[in-house]
């Protein structure tokens, strides 16, 4: 089963930037895939056509076989998203942050207080839940974005960069947390510069440059290669 599947994608952004040239990959039920390649490669365009946060200019992308053209709901409850940028409110807590986003997903709130309960735990936070988040470290928002995009248990958890300033006992741990999550059976993608970070966590990895697939394989592969 293909949790995603992108056909002939491009995105030009305004008339003559070509972001994505036609790529085509897939990332099938489980997998945990590093989309890997330079700044300005395409991969945060990429995910953000895949969220639906950027349009595309042509091309197919279907989550779990909905077309985010045709069933964009079905589509986008499957996925959550991290973000790069920090833009939840500085002035809530975490608390109310997760639980917010659960209203728009619909989960109840008796569920959400409990899911929120078991990931901010999870991700070491509680402690800080009635803190307004802008006096949270770095790491602490980083972990706050994920115990987010997981309130409504989506089948693929989508990450862009992000350990991307965090120093290194956070990043092992949030790469534990990473791990535990996919064992347990959700898919996930995140984008990284760094080769390691994608040889720690992941199975399978496409390289992107210049807004072409250069490798689509798995990571033992690519390394073996090197
Ligand atoms: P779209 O085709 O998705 O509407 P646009 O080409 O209109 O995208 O650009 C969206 C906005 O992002 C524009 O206001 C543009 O100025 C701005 N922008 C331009 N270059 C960059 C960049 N490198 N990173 C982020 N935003 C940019
Ligand atoms: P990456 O995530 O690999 O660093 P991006 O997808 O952010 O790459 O960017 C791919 C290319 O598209 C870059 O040349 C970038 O400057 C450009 N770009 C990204 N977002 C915008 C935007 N909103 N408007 C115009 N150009 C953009």
Redesign the pocket.
Same mark, same amino acid.
């Given at each position: 089963e293909k949790a995603i599947e992108i056909n002939n994608l491009k995105?030009v952004?305004?008339k003559s &930037?070509h972001? &994505?040239k036609g790529i085509s990959f897939s990332v099938e039920k489980g997998d945990f895939i590093a989309?890997l +390649?330079?700044? +300005?490669? +395409?991969?945060? $365009? $990429?995910?953000?056509i895949i969220c639906s946060l950027?349009n595309k200019t042509s091309g197919e992308v279907k989550v779990f076989d909905h077309s985010i053209d045709s069933e964009l709901e079905a589509a986008k409850r499957c996925l959550g998203l991290v973000p790069?940028e920090f833009n939840f409110s500085q002035f809530e807590t975490p608390l109310q942050i997760v639980v917010n986003q659960a209203g728009y997903y619909g989960v109840p709130r008796k569920i959400a207080l409990q899911r929120a309960e078991k990931y901010l735990k999870q991700l070491d936070l509680w402690d800080k839940k009635d803190t307004p988040s802008r006096t949270l470290s770095g790491g602490m928002k980083r972990r706050l974005m994920i115990a987010r995009a997981l309130i409504h248990e989506p089948k693929v958890l989508i990450l862009?960069?992000p350990t991307a300033g965090v120093d290194i006992e956070i990043r092992r741990s949030m790469w534990e947390f990473l791990t535990e999550l996919n064992e347990q059976g959700t898919t996930i993608v995140l $984008?990284t510069?760094y080769l390691e970070e994608a040889e720690q966590l992941c199975r399978n990895v496409a390289i992107?440059n210049h +807004?072409e697939i250069i490798e689509n394989t798995s990571i033992k592969d690519l390394i073996s290669r090197l």
């Open positions: 995105k952004y305004g &930037l972001a &994505l989309l +390649g330079p700044n +300005g490669a +395409g991969k945060s $365009t $990429t995910i953000g950027v790069q862009d960069e $984008t510069h992107i +807004g």
